[in-house]
Structure formats: C-alpha cells, structure tokens
C-alpha cells in the first residue's frame, strides 16, 4: 500500500522506538519566541547543559513587542521577556532577528520569510499555531514548554505518530472568497475538534491553485479545527517561493528533487477522508466566540438551543435571528500570522477603491513581519490604507493576543483577520468576528460587515454605465 505524504517525512525522521507507540522522532528546525522558551533556556542553564543544534534554532520577538513605537515597551513582563529572550540567544548561540530588522516578525512569517521552512522537514514551536509552516510540506506542531526544553538539549522529541485524515477541496472560489473561508466553514460544518488525533492534509484543485500565502492561513488555523499537523504537499508554487531565499537550500536543484518525492501515493489510504466543494461557497464572518461559530455571509444566526450558544450571545449582545449585517462593528483589526501577508495587504487594498473609512470605525493595519511593512511601503500599499484613514503599525502579533499593549477596547465588535475569538482573547470584553482580509477591509470602508462578492459587482455595473 502506498504513503501518505504525512507518513513519508514521519518515516525519514523516526530515530527510535516502534510504530502505534512513542517514537523518537529528529527535529530540523526549532522555532522560538519570547513567550515559551525562557523556561527551557532557565533549565538548560542549572543543569549546565548547551543546545544540542543551536544552527537548527532560530528565534525572534513577536508576541510582546509593541507596534507604534517598538523601542517604548511600557508593560515590565514584556520587557523583561524580550531582554531575556536577547540574552539567552546571546548566551546559547541562537540566531536572534534583530529586533526592528528586516528579518523579525511573528514566527511563523520569519520561518517561510527566510527560507527555513522547507518540505520534508520536521518543524517544532513553543506555538500552538506551528502548523502553518505545514503549508510547504512539512511536519509542523507546536510543543509545550518541557518539550521545547527536549529539543533544545536533545533536537528530537518523542512523538506518538497521527492518524490521517484527508481534505479534498474541489472548485473554484468565487470572486470575494478566500481560503480563510474554507477554513472556516470547514471548522463550522464539522466542528472544532473534527481534527482531533490526526494530521490533516488538504488537497484538491482548489488548493492547488491557491498560493502560498493562501495555503498558509488555512494549515495557520488547522489547530482550530483541532489538527496539530496539517499539510500541503510541495509543488512548484513551494519551490518558486524558497528560491533565493537566505536559508533555502544552497543545492536547490536537488533539494526540489528530494521535495517532488514528498505527496500521498494514489494508493495510499487516510484514516478519515472528507470532501467538500467549494464553488458556492460564500464569506465567513463568526458571530460567536468560538471559530466554529460562523456562517456564510447573509445567514441567520442560530437559535440559542444550548448553553454555548446562549453563553456566547450574552458575551457578544447578539441574538438569533440577526446577520453579520447587524453587527455593530466600531473596530477593523488587520493582522495576525494568519492573514497579515502581503498578498492580504493587498488583496485588503482592492476593497479600498478610494474610499475612506467609516467615521465610527477605528481600523489597524499590523504587517505579520517587517519585511511585509517594508514590501508594502515600497509598493505604496501602505500609502492607499493611511489615506483611507487606516492606522499603519509595526509588525507583530499585536491585537491578536493582546499582551502588547494593542486591545480591542471593552465591549468593541472587531472585524480581525485573526484566528481566534475567544472571550476576552483581543482584550477584556473584546468582541471578535473572524473574517478574510477582504471582509475585514470592506467592512471598514462601509462601516458594517458587507458581501464582498457584492462589492466587487456593485463597482463591476458602475463600470458598466460609466463605460456605456
Ligand atoms: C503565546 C503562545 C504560546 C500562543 C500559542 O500557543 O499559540 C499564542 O501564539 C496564541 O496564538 O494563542
Ligand atoms: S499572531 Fe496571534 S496566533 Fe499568531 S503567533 Fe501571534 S498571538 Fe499566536
């Protein structure tokens, strides 16, 4: 029987132990932050210990560095988290970006950014949102704090290998749809622990013809639908975008060679298999506080028919019956490792067509990385959303998590381009509707939550008459 692309880079990294049980499995690339990795650096250093692969390891400052002026971090915990993530790559050996240079971003922009992320590897963060590095066919999760502590001092780790489950997603997106919507109606159709147990691989014409970027979000919020793995196996997209890049393999040719081996054999069986059809999918907005509680765009919310549901309109003031329409939106939020890319940025920018943002809305824009800043500066992006009365940030994880100073002020309905709407996750009593870039710009411009497949149509018969 054939392999599963999941099942061949599990195969080449297994190092000790028997399959169905804990496997001991190398780890190519250890991803850090300031957030997970002080514990495991304060234990390497009492029992005098070094990094086993310190050049397998790279880390950057994301989650706590604040995005209007970098250099003035007001909060001490943050402070003190950047200054000792300075100090423990200094002292072991880890390649550190600069903070503020063209390198640093949220982590899992940096890794793809450098060409670090590559097929066929296996890549660990102290981060529950590793598997996006997932999206160029590697073996992506994120670990807990002993475990970061495992690899530091051993680079391996001991894994119970997944059951696999395989996503095909066939047809065509309408204009106004994105990948962040299939992810979403696939967390809402099946629920957010669907994934539960497995590592899960997307494939099918729809994500073929998706780019990196786009496959990116959807393996970013793999962990939301309750997959710890998910994949994408490498095509030629994958090689185009690690090309040149710093730390893209220097024998490139016979790297793509290795990587044209990595997808699931025609004869390879998946644990659990689903199937969806995209073509008429509509956009995503959630109303809840869960990202399963969405719905394509126009649909009634639920009845309060349990607890959650119930739980959840009480904390958001909603109530079934309404639509994304009646949302009273009052913050746009702009950023995230799941869709602060550059092609979000400028796909983000096609829905501004002149327009200015709606005087009730305050709407941020928050680059994931410093090279997507620079790139959308040097493109005038950046130009087209301040003059749209967007605010223009310094890069980081921001209002994603809210431990930077950035919050979503209480009681606020925020349309963010994030991944998470847990209660109280963009600050205390924030109210948060995951959506695409597109849905989350437009939405600033109009002043409340609109189709974007509509917008795109309303401009296309404004053409039209102009023209006529
Ligand atoms: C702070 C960090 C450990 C956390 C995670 O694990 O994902 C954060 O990035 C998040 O998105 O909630
Ligand atoms: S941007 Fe948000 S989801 Fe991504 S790593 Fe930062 S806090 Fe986590």
């Not at 800043?373 to 130009?383: H, I, N, P, R, S």
Request: with cysteine; aromatic share 10%; hydrophobic share 35%.
């Amino acid at each position: 029987m054939g392999k599963t692309l999941y099942d061949k880079v599990w195969q080449t990294h297994v190092l000790a132990g028997e399959e169905g049980e804990s496997q001991l499995i190398y780890i190519d690339l250890h991803m850090i932050h300031e957030v997970t990795s002080p514990q495991g650096f304060e234990s390497l250093r009492t029992e005098g210990r070094h990094l086993r692969a310190p050049e397998k390891t790279i880390a950057t400052v994301d989650h706590n560095n604040p995005t209007v002026d970098i250099w003035n971090v007001e909060d001490a915990l943050s402070r003190q988290q950047i200054a000792t993530l300075e100090r423990n790559c200094k002292d072991f050996n880890v390649e550190l970006m600069d903070y503020g240079g063209a390198d640093q971003g949220i982590v899992h922009m940096v890794g793809p950014e450098l060409g670090a992320t590559q097929p066929g590897k296996t890549i660990v963060c102290g981060d529950s949102h590793t598997a996006t590095h997932g999206a160029f066919g590697a073996i992506a999760f994120g670990i807990g704090s002993s475990e970061v502590e495992h690899v530091f001092a051993t680079q391996c780790l001991w894994q119970k290998k997944l059951k696999t489950l395989g996503v095909k997603v066939t047809g065509e997106l309408q204009k106004g749809v994105y990948s962040k919507d299939i992810i979403l109606h696939l967390i809402h159709t099946y629920g957010a622990d669907f994934g539960a147990g497995y590592a899960m691989e997307f494939f099918g014409d729809t994500i073929d013809n998706l780019s990196m970027e786009a496959r990116m979000t959807m393996c970013n919020m793999g962990i939301e639908f309750g997959s710890k793995v998910t994949m994408i196996a490498p095509d030629e997209k994958t090689y185009e975008y690690l090309k040149g890049r710093r730390k893209a393999p220097v024998a490139f040719d016979e790297a793509v060679e290795y990587w044209q081996t990595l997808y699931t054999d025609e004869d390879a069986e998946y644990d659990a298999y689903i199937e969806i059809d995209v073509s008429d999918l509509a956009p995503y907005v959630t109303w809840g506080t869960t990202p399963a509680m969405g719905l394509e765009f126009g649909e009634a919310f639920p009845e309060a028919s349990d607890h959650n549901i119930e739980r959840a309109y009480e904390y958001m003031e909603l109530e079934a019956g309404q639509t994304a329409e009646d949302i009273p939106l009052e913050y746009v939020f702009v950023g995230s490792c799941t869709n602060a890319r550059l092609e979000d940025l400028v796909e983000g920018a096609k829905y501004l067509k002149g327009r200015k943002v709606a005087d009730h809305i305050t709407a941020v824009v928050v680059p994931g990385s410093r090279r997507v800043k620079l790139e959308a500066e040097a493109m005038g992006l950046a130009d087209q959303y301040i003059e749209a009365g967007f605010e223009w940030r310094e890069p980081g994880c921001s209002a994603c998590i809210s431990m930077n100073g950035d919050t979503i002020p209480p009681f606020m309905h925020c349309a963010s381009t994030t991944n998470r709407n847990f209660e109280g996750r963009q600050g205390p009593n924030s109210r948060t509707h995951l959506c695409s870039p597109a849905m989350a710009v437009l939405a600033a411009v109009k002043g409340k939550f609109y189709d974007t497949r509509l917008d795109d149509q309303e401009v296309k018969s404004h053409e039209a008459i102009y023209s006529a």
